[in-house]
């Protein structure tokens, strides 16, 4: 599995990270503020819960994995991170632009495209409209077999 830090990330300063979660209404905690900048600066990778928690003791010996699962359902619920459902349980990434993840059913790789479509923005800002919604997030997943598997 490739290093999730080696694959491109946001790059956001600590102010960026206080202000975003402050617009949530989240409280900045030093676990959170990790746990969110460790996500985002893992780039397209998609982590479970317990990898998140191997990535981070380093820095917080005493942090518990229900920390790590109170704060990702938090920054979840708040449209910071993405949750998604696989079929091996959830992952969580960052939230780029509108994109579309594919999930290989196969071997479990996780890949975001970032479409552009200017015309799906615009048809979330309809049906979030039409129904008195405030939408925070958009996800997107097709599952299938990724390259690799289905030359393999």
Do not use: W
Not at 10 to 30: F, N, P, Q
Not at 63 to 90: C, F
């Amino acid at each position: 599995m490739t290093d999730p830090r080696d694959l491109p990330s946001v790059d956001l300063s600590s102010e960026e990270l206080l202000k975003r979660l402050a617009e949530r209404g989240l409280a900045a905690s030093a676990q959170r503020v990790a746990l969110l900048d460790y996500i985002l600066g893992t780039g397209e990778a998609h982590l479970t819960a317990d990898e998140l928690h191997q990535g981070l003791k380093g820095r917080f010996p005493t942090l518990s994995r229900a920390t790590i699962y109170n704060n990702l359902a938090a920054l979840a619920e708040a449209g910071l991170i993405e949750k998604l459902d696989t079929p091996e349980g959830a992952r969580f990434g960052s939230v780029p632009d509108p994109h579309v993840n594919l999930v290989c059913q196969q071997c479990g790789r996780i890949s975001d495209v970032l479409i552009g479509d200017r015309s799906l923005a615009a048809l979330v800002r309809r049906a979030a409209d039409a129904g008195s919604f405030d939408a925070r997030t958009l996800s997107i997943s097709i599952s299938g077999r990724c390259e690799d598997c289905a030359r393999a």
